[in-house]
């Protein structure tokens, strides 16, 4: 299907003036269907309209990629590299929501494991009190002690620290005269998160992180910051070991390992070698490719004040790092040499040319043989002071039972174990109290203007005015429904249906809203016909994302988190969030809706999760809308940090929302201008059946 549109001003909405004095030609079709009701071209910009969001947010992300091209072109002198990395390190943490306070360790070592020229320890640690890290401590038989000492972040295996790649990482170190700790990230091997009934673990890995991450937006913190401040603290056991040499230590890991390692490497400066692999690339190729991946991964804002793939290697500079990569890996290639040509001129620059180096195996994404090796020599000739070749030889693995420090093989099955969510709950409790406060000290005014800033709403009168284009008019038993699009800034096209009686009503305007798109209740005998039958003018629209406008194919995201995961994160990463941005839609069309009528403000109805945007535009706008109906919406943020389990939660979190407001908040500024129909929990069911 292909469609024109004529271009016409919001307040020539008619049917007549819109298409310049000629009625357009009413639809063959039957106006039952859906496909009848679909407004969108085929084709849009070049592309399937279901790729709009993806063309936008690579549009966007190339712009801040140019901007911080000539931010680092400008970079040249040492102080401007040091302001540079400091400011960078100061964002980062910010970003993070912080970090902790330093506790005791109380740490443990549960058993200890023979092989052939090194030993393993078992060891159990608190990285925050009752917050237990399960490591295994690979330590040199025959090598002068103290020894240097690296950190190996494990990635995204169930197995954690048992996985065979990650164990050979820590014996090859072993059996070159280094120690290596490999560790247990959140969410793998013996460290769930969440345990049912039957103490196992309904989720793992990957998806248990963006679980935990979606009420760690909420708090204005980030999955990262566990693996973080787990690994810090790793090095602070590291560091008090007795045969250890506290002045020389590594890191490296891949795939998440790699991240963790990247984020490590940035943060911390007691690591003196570092080793990232199968991670590092840049964002404007991983959003031209793969896109955004799990929750650890995006960090708030990032884009926005410049952080990018190399700035992890560049906030350490001149500090030793290899980047290890594989030709064949998910993650881009081409951005991984585009990175480190940056990081290589940037070291040039400080005069340490030779302290940046990258190695390529020609193999698919894993710590292949080759990556091992080379991180090995890597670590050996910047912790040793000494560079010759490393080859590993054959190593025997633990057993899952050598490997396993905790009696009942997780953590969270031990006397006063905390999890992750746990200490969420906690924070939010203390949040509570201080909202509470704030929202009985600070004027309306002032508390509208924060959730203003923190959701990214801009006033009303300062939104650009979309273009209306109309497209054909169907005819149905007493009404007639026009279609449009809005254009409402670049890129960005928004279907819209305007259900209009077919004699004149002062009734007043609906706009509607609906999670599963504009036609979902648009059929003969629903809820939208009910609404014009009693002489209301309905613009039922597809905000962003919603309906029409959702992308297909994302590959990360369903079914815990929605379709759409993959977008959000684009924009959690660009520093805006999509509650904002459907926010705005919708005040657009409420405006259009209002100066296309003589009755005063509009109703907003919304259901689905489309109502936690709908709330916070009637919030931030109260004086437009004559009543706000939300029906099946999530009641409060708070509790899906309490709830732990929930579905489809992460597009509507808003980065450190729960920090000043929870939507009941906003709910009580309208007051009796709003109706709550059938409330919806954290697992998107109604609370009221």
Same mark, same amino acid.
């Given at each position: 299907m292909t469609m024109r549109f004529s271009a016409c001003a919001v307040t020539l909405f008619a049917v007549a003036a819109l298409c310049g004095g000629q009625e357009p030609a009413a639809s063959q079709q039957a106006p039952d269907s859906k496909q009848a009701l679909a407004v969108l071209p085929e084709v849009l910009d070049g592309?399937?309209?279901?790729?709009?969001?993806?063309? $936008?947010?690579?549009?966007?992300?190339?712009?801040?990629?140019q901007r911080w091209r000539a931010d680092y072109d400008a970079r040249k002198t040492a102080e401007q590299i040091a302001a540079y990395q400091a400011k960078m390190k100061a964002n980062f943490i910010d970003a993070l929501g912080g970090l902790p306070e330093r506790t005791p360790l109380n740490?443990?070592?549960?058993? =200890?494991?023979?092989?052939?020229?090194?030993? =393993?320890?078992?060891?159990?640690?608190? *990285?925050?009190?009752?917050?237990?890290?399960?490591?295994?401590?690979?330590? +040199?038989?025959?090598?002068?002690?103290? &020894? +240097?000492? =690296?950190? =190996?972040?494990?990635? $995204? *295996?169930?197995?954690?620290?048992?996985?065979?790649?990650?164990?050979r990482v820590g014996a090859l170190m072993a059996l070159n005269g280094m120690a290596a700790m490999v560790f247990d990230p959140i969410d793998q091997g013996e460290r769930s998160q969440y345990l049912d009934a039957n103490g196992k673990a309904p989720i793992r890995g990957t998806r248990a992180h963006t679980m935990l991450g979606v009420g760690s937006i909420l708090l204005g913190q980030n999955t990262a910051r566990f693996e973080i401040w787990d690994g810090m603290r790793a090095i602070d056991y590291l560091q008090l070991h007795p045969e250890i040499d506290p002045t020389k230590?590594?890191? %490296?890991?891949?795939?998440?390992?790699?991240?963790? %390692?990247?984020?490590?490497?940035?943060? @911390?400066?007691?690591?003196?070698?570092?080793?990232?692999?199968? &991670?590092?690339?840049?964002?404007?190729?991983?959003?031209?490719?793969?896109?955004?991946? @799990?929750?650890?991964q995006n960090i708030f804002g990032q884009l926005a004040f410049g952080m990018d793939h190399a700035d992890y290697v560049m906030m350490r500079a001149p500090r030793p790092t290899l980047i290890g990569c594989?030709?064949?890996?998910?993650?881009?290639?081409?951005?991984?040499?585009?990175?480190?040509?940056?990081a290589k001129r940037l070291y040039t620059r400080m005069g340490a040319a030779e302290r940046v180096d990258i190695v390529e195996a020609d193999e698919t994404h894993g710590f292949s043989l080759h990556l091992r090796n080379g991180a090995a020599r890597w670590m050996a000739r910047w912790l040793c002071g000494r560079d010759e070749a490393v080859t590993e030889p054959n190593i025997v693995p633990l057993s899952p039972a050598e490997a396993q420090c905790t009696p009942a093989w997780q953590v969270m099955l031990l006397p006063g174990a905390r999890s992750a969510y746990d200490i969420n709950v906690? &924070?939010?409790?203390?949040?509570?109290a201080r909202r509470k406060a704030l929202w009985h000290q600070e004027s309306t005014e002032t508390l509208i203007a924060r959730v203003r800033q923190i959701a990214g709403i801009r006033r009303v009168d300062k939104l650009k005015s979309p273009k209306v284009r109309l497209g054909e008019t169907l005819q149905r038993d007493g009404y007639t429904i026009e279609k449009a699009v809005l254009e409402c800034e670049s890129g960005i096209y928004l279907p819209l249906l305007r259900f209009k009686p077919a004699e004149e009503s002062s009734a007043g305007a609906v706009v509607y809203v609906n999670e599963a798109g504009k @036609?979902?209740?648009?059929?003969?005998?629903?809820?939208?016909?009910?609404?014009?039958?009693?002489?209301? %003018?309905? &613009?039922a629209v597809d905000v962003r994302g919603i309906g029409e406008t959702k992308q297909n194919g994302q590959r990360y995201g369903a079914p815990s988190f929605g379709l759409d995961g993959q977008d959000v994160y684009a924009a959690y990463v660009m520093g805006r969030s999509y509650v904002g941005m459907r926010a705005e839609d919708i005040l657009l069309c409420a405006r259009i809706a209002g100066m296309n009528t003589e009755h005063g403000p509009v109703e907003l109805v919304a259901v689905g999760n489309v109502g936690v945007p709908a709330l916070h535009a009637a919030a931030c706008e109260p004086r437009m809308f004559s009543h706000v109906t939300i029906r099946g919406t999530l009641t409060s943020w708070s *509790?899906?940090?309490?709830?732990?389990? $929930? @579905?489809?939660?992460?597009?509507?979190?808003v980065h450190g929302a729960l920090t000043v407001y929870d939507l009941p908040d906003l709910v009580r500024l309208l007051g009796d201008k709003i109706t709550i129909e059938q409330p919806a929990g954290p697992d998107g069911k109604p609370l009221v059946e």
């Open positions: 592309g399937p309209w279901q790729d709009m969001m993806k063309r $936008h947010f690579l549009a966007e992300a190339a712009l801040l990629a740490a443990r070592v549960t058993g =200890v494991v023979q092989r052939e020229g090194y030993t =393993v320890e078992k060891v159990i640690f608190e *990285s925050l009190p009752g917050f237990y890290v399960t490591a295994l401590l690979f330590l +040199p038989a025959d090598a002068p002690r103290p &020894y +240097p000492a =690296v950190l =190996v972040p494990c990635g $995204h *295996s169930d197995t954690g620290k048992a996985f065979d790649l990650y164990q230590i590594g890191c %490296t890991g891949n795939s998440g390992g790699g991240t963790q %390692t990247a984020y490590l490497m940035a943060l @911390d400066e007691r690591i003196a070698a570092a080793a990232p692999c199968c &991670y590092i690339t840049t964002f404007e190729r991983l959003l031209n490719t793969i896109g955004c991946q @799990d929750a650890e594989a030709t064949r890996d998910f993650f881009d290639i081409g951005g991984t040499w585009e990175t480190f040509r940056r906690e &924070y939010e409790k203390q949040l509570a @036609d979902a209740d648009a059929g003969p005998g629903g809820a939208i016909e009910a609404l014009v039958r009693a002489g209301k %003018t309905v &613009y *509790s899906v940090v309490h709830a732990k389990m $929930h @579905d489809n939660q992460l597009v509507n979190a």
